[in-house]
């Protein structure tokens, strides 16, 4: 059975939402993981190291993993019609 071109549309428009959602997540990752890096060129104790450590990076790091991850399972995986 045919599906309703709207539907089809509006399931294209999601995913073209997705796919831009992907690629921000995935510029927020590697711009994070760049000033994870950056961190540690500073000698301990230093202002902008001990700045940059309190954003905790590592947690924002593993959250944008996750939301990357479920974005490839949504794209790769597709539910309902």
Do not use: F
């Amino acid at each position: 059975m045919e599906s309703d071109p709207r539907e089809a549309t509006a399931a294209r428009q999601r995913q073209a939402a997705m796919v831009e959602q992907l690629r921000k997540a995935e510029l927020v990752h590697h711009r994070l993981q760049g000033l994870n890096q950056l961190v540690g060129t500073y000698p301990e104790g230093h202002d902008t190291r001990v700045l940059l450590e309190n954003l905790n990076l590592e947690r924002a790091l593993e959250a944008v993993e996750e939301d990357i991850r479920d974005l490839v399972d949504r794209l790769v995986h597709p539910r309902g019609t």
